[in-house]
């Protein structure tokens, strides 16, 4: 059964006639004979007796009757709830985001977002990268706000960078190794060659984020076997701690300018190795249907990377 056969049933049932319920449905009576004709016999079992009263309902057309008007109220419900959705009146969207990045992104974005669209549920998931692809892979984020790398991309996922981000070196105030760096006027940050620091020791973030692993891609490409002094999952912990002279670090550039004050350091870009960056994206499952609210908040991120400086 459908919601049109439904319908020509429950017109017929309350207008007790063929021709009237051809009528109010604008359709012809021969054609509407035959519709509910096929209903009983798929059913195998009458639905109407024809009598001087007109179409009335056997027993089970009543029980019949019953359940089309459930399902036909139902159907409309759910139909007002799509136009709801469509319209963006009501709605729900789950986004991924790393921890940092949540903390300065969501700030700006969720505001203007809710100022628009008030009835739009938001639920966040703050994880590292590895498990956000694993949600987006498993559906149960619709998008993310992530950062990805060539060569650690996840093939299965969209990526749509939003804004490319070097990686620094960091080390404590005129570090000895500082006299090897050079300026360039076009930079925030002098450049130097990180092949210098293979002996010293690095502070490094724990394996599952992301931020070493690109770290691990840029100790590949300059053939650095790093001594680690300590492991953390903190990136802020990690600056602080190279800005004491206890080893140095990487980080990205917009990462540094998260929390500013206490524990100056130096900061450096790294020469001629052009996979020492990550890409900021937003991530999708291409085989995941994206609501009409999921792609209005997506527009709303590309617009605030399109005109505002990041951090």
Not at 45 to 52: C, V
Not at 234 to 260: C, D, H, W
Request: with cysteine; proline share 4%.
């Amino acid at each position: 059964m459908n919601d049109r056969e439904l319908t020509y049933f429950k017109t017929i049932a309350e207008t007790k006639s063929i021709s009237k319920a051809a009528k109010k449905l604008f359709i012809a009576q021969p054609s509407l004979s035959q519709a509910i004709q096929k209903i009983e016999e798929s059913l195998g079992i009458k639905l109407f007796s024809r009598t001087y009263d007109g179409m009335t309902l056997t027993l089970a057309g009543e029980k019949y009757y019953i359940a089309a008007t459930e399902i036909l109220n139902i159907y409309n419900d759910f139909q007002n709830e799509v136009t709801y959705i469509n319209d963006l009146k009501r709605g729900r969207i789950n986004i991924g985001i790393t921890g940092f990045m949540g903390t300065y992104l969501l700030p700006e974005l969720i505001p203007r977002f809710t100022k628009d669209f008030p009835n739009i549920e938001i639920y966040v998931s703050e994880m590292d990268s590895t498990l956000i692809e694993q949600s987006l892979s498993d559906g149960t984020i619709d998008f993310a706000i992530m950062h990805n790398h060539p060569l650690k991309e996840n093939k299965s996922i969209s990526h749509d960078v939003l804004y490319r981000d070097p990686f620094l070196l960091v080390t404590k105030k005129d570090h000895p190794l500082s006299k090897f760096s050079h300026t360039d006027g076009n930079n925030l940050y002098p450049s130097i060659d990180i092949s210098l620091f293979k002996d010293e020791k690095f502070i490094l973030l724990d394996k599952n984020k992301r931020i070493r692993q690109v770290s691990d891609i840029i100790f590949n490409i300059e053939g650095i076997n790093p001594t680690i002094s300590l492991t953390l999952k903190n990136y802020e912990s990690a600056r602080r701690i190279a800005s004491t002279g206890f080893g140095v670090t990487l980080i990205p550039m917009q990462y540094i300018k998260i929390f500013e004050g206490k524990y100056d350091a130096d900061y450096y870009l790294i020469n001629n190795n052009k996979y020492a960056f990550w890409d900021t994206c937003i991530a999708t499952n291409p085989n995941t249907y994206l609501s009409k609210a999921a792609k209005v908040f997506i527009e709303l991120i590309k617009k605030y990377f399109n005109t505002e400086q990041p951090i």
